[in-house]
């Protein structure tokens, strides 16, 4: 099993910056691809980035591209999610997601392990 805990969430205006962290731990040698997901009130889960843990191959959802950069430190099992020029339709709560013996992908069906969540809040 891998556990999952997210950090870094909080209430910023738009145009700010957070940054989101994602600590993994448990079986960790079997995570092949970390993603982050969102979930905004009324709103189905959908799929922001994703990482895969090998070679760094990121994948982004077309609403967070060139905003948006996901990255890994693989010695301490964490991803990050860096998140700039917020806007108010970020709002959402935010979830890591880690994939076992599979590479990148955007179904949250593919996902084994599951954070939490984040709440992020962006303020116009």
């Known amino acids: 099993q891998v556990q999952l805990v997210e950090s870094g969430g909080g209430l910023v205006q738009a145009g700010d910056s957070l940054r989101l962290s994602c600590a993994a731990s448990g079986r960790t040698s079997s995570i092949w691809t970390m993603g982050w997901f969102r979930q905004a009130p009324g709103k189905e889960r959908e799929f922001v980035a994703a990482?895969?843990?090998?070679?760094?191959?990121?994948n982004y959802a077309d609403s967070v591209k060139g905003r948006f950069t996901i990255s890994k430190d693989g010695a301490n099992h964490t991803v990050y999610l860096q998140m700039d020029s917020l806007k108010p339709a970020d709002n959402a709560v935010y979830y890591c997601?880690?994939?076992?013996w599979g590479y990148g992908t955007r179904l949250i069906e593919d996902y084994d392990s599951w954070g939490q969540g984040t709440q992020v809040t962006v303020s116009s």
């Open positions: 997601a880690a994939r076992r």
């Open positions: 990482v895969t843990w090998s070679l760094g191959v990121t």
